[in-house]
Nanobody
Framework: QVQLVESGGGLVQAGGSLQLSCVASGRIFGINDMAWYRQAPGSQRELVAT???????DYTDSVKGRFTISRDSAKKTVWLQMSSLKPDDTGVYYC??????????????WGEGTQVTVSS
């Protein structure tokens, strides 16, 4: 089975930085798009950033210029570098990956999340 494990969350003051990591393990033939989502208390989960297999990133408007998504396919790892953090960035951050687990077998997997809290 495939697992995604996030790390790097924590408590930080507004204006600070954090780097989140997500490592995939298990029966993996290949990893396609990877992404980070977040969910604030009382809100729906929202897409924060995506990165294609080829390394092309995309961001939701609210984090453009502040967050950077990157990946290392050989290490089966995706990172989210977050800078100039704001209290509105508070939430549980989830890693998401579209993974090929066999011949013509693809599935989207989720991590369990890591808490990010930004104090004002």
């Amino acid at each position: 089975q495939v697992q995604l494990v996030e790390s790097g969350g924590g408590l930080v003051q507004a204006g600070g930085s954090l780097q989140l990591s997500c490592v995939a393990s298990g029966r993996i033939f290949g990893i396609n798009d990877m992404a980070w989502y977040r969910q604030a208390p009382g809100s729906q989960r929202e897409l924060v950033a995506t990165i294609t297999r080829g390394g092309s990133p995309d961001y939701t408007d609210s984090v453009k210029g502040r967050f950077t998504i990157s990946r290392d396919s050989a290490k089966k790892t995706v990172w989210l570098q977050m800078s100039s953090l704001k209290p509105d960035d508070t939430g549980v951050y989830y890693c998401n990956a579209d993974i090929s687990t066999g011949w013509q077998l693809r599935k989207v997997f989720w991590g369990e999340g890591t808490q990010v809290t930004v104090s004002s």
